[in-house]
């Protein structure tokens, strides 16, 4: 019944639920105490620790106007529902976002990158070299946005045959060089 439904809810909330609020000075780093509790709390995902990463480095690299046009415009869209719908890579379920994350990350250091390793990976590679983090959110948009473009547009009727043959046999490893290929400058539209 409606009454039990309610008290049950209630009870979730008065006895199970805690809410914490957390003040902070101006010299604390807000991305630090996010990840330090996240980490202990929900598990997650591997792009949320890549995102998280990469705005802790958007501040420490003195880009704090940009801080919130990154997230709001290139950002938040990746956050929303269908980036967290889970796709299967061979028998794991992974979210859209993470293998996403992975197959940009794999064309940049042209290596092969897992996903359950992705964020060890790209925390490496982020801090290796003198990489903008802001640039990195920007290009990650960019690979999303084509990744979903080639699922749902397909520009031509072969392209669409070997897109959807990837999709209808869940092969994943062939995504990079593909989305390389649509990426790169240098390869004509027409080839």
């Given at each position: 019944s409606t009454g039990d439904r309610l008290d049950a809810l209630h009870s979730a909330l008065t006895n199970r639920m805690k809410l914490v609020r957390i003040t902070l000075d101006k010299t604390d780093d807000m991305q630090v105490i996010f990840e330090a509790l996240n980490h202990r709390g929900v598990e997650l995902s591997q792009s949320d620790l890549v995102k998280n990463l990469l705005f802790?480095?958007?501040?420490?690299?003195?880009?704090?106007?940009?801080?919130?046009?990154?997230?709001?415009?290139?950002?938040?869209?990746?956050?929303?529902?269908?980036?967290?719908?889970?796709?299967?890579?061979?028998?794991?379920?992974?979210?859209?976002?993470?293998?996403?994350?992975?197959?940009?990350?794999?064309?940049?250091?042209?290596?092969?990158?897992?996903?359950?390793?992705?964020?060890?990976?790209?925390?490496?590679?982020?801090?290796?070299?003198?990489?903008?983090?802001?640039?990195?959110?920007?290009?990650?948009?960019?690979?999303?946005?084509?990744?979903?473009?080639?699922?749902s547009t397909k520009p031509d009727e072969s392209t669409k045959q070997f897109i959807d043959h990837l999709v209808a046999t869940k092969t994943n490893t062939l995504w990079p060089v593909v989305l390389a290929t649509y990426l790169s400058d240098v390869i004509p539209d027409d080839q």
């Amino acid at each position: 019944s409606t009454g039990d439904r309610l008290d049950a809810l209630h009870s979730a909330l008065t006895n199970r639920m805690k809410l914490v609020r957390i003040t902070l000075d101006k010299t604390d780093d807000m991305q630090v105490i996010f990840e330090a509790l996240n980490h202990r709390g929900v598990e997650l995902s591997q792009s949320d620790l890549v995102k998280n990463l990469l705005f802790r480095l958007v501040e420490e690299q003195g880009d704090h106007s940009q801080a919130e046009k990154l997230l709001t415009e290139h950002w938040l869209p990746l956050d929303g529902p269908r980036w967290r719908v889970e796709q299967v890579t061979g028998r794991i379920r992974r979210s859209r976002l993470d293998l996403v994350v992975a197959y940009w990350l794999t064309i940049q250091k042209r290596d092969v990158v897992k996903v359950e390793n992705l964020f060890d990976e790209f925390k490496a590679w982020m801090l290796d070299g003198n990489r903008s983090a802001a640039e990195v959110i920007k290009a990650l948009r960019t690979v999303a946005d084509m990744y979903d473009w080639l699922l749902s547009t397909k520009p031509d009727e072969s392209t669409k045959q070997f897109i959807d043959h990837l999709v209808a046999t869940k092969t994943n490893t062939l995504w990079p060089v593909v989305l390389a290929t649509y990426l790169s400058d240098v390869i004509p539209d027409d080839q």
